[in-house]
């Protein structure tokens, strides 16, 4: 069984970074496709950044240009940057991994909090 550990949640002014971490169970060049999700209060999960086995990144508009994802494989960790941070980034964050089976995997989520 795969598992996802988050980590790097916390809170931080308007403006501030943080760095989020997600450890695999196993090696990360095993996911089709690995990234990061959030869901806010009252509102559906949506995705941040994702990228591929062969390292192409996507982000979601709300967030080009200030949240970068990135991985090292020495560690099985995938990392997502934050960078001039917002009330609205406000979520709990959670880190996705797609199998070669096509199976999802998530993690148990990290919470961040923006203060204006």
């Known amino acids: 069984q795969v598992q996802l550990v988050e980590s790097g949640g916390g809170l931080v002014q308007a403006g501030g970074s943080l760095r989020l971490s997600c450890a695999a169970s196993?090696?990360?060049?095993?996911?089709?496709?690995m990234g990061w999700y959030r869901q806010a209060p009252e509102k559906q999960r949506e995705v941040v950044a994702t990228?591929?086995?062969?390292?192409?990144?996507t982000y979601a508009d709300s967030v080009k240009g200030r949240f970068t994802i990135s991985r090292e494989f020495a560690k099985n960790t995938v990392y997502l940057q934050m960078k001039s941070l917002e009330p609205e980034d406000t979520a709990v964050y959670y880190c996705?991994?797609?199998?070669?089976?096509?199976?999802?995997?998530w993690g148990q989520g990290t919470l961040v909090t923006v203060s204006s």
């Open positions: 990228i591929t086995r062969g390292g192409v990144p």
């Open positions: 996705n991994a797609e199998t070669r089976e096509k199976l999802d995997v």
């Open positions: 196993r090696s990360i060049f095993a996911f089709n496709v």
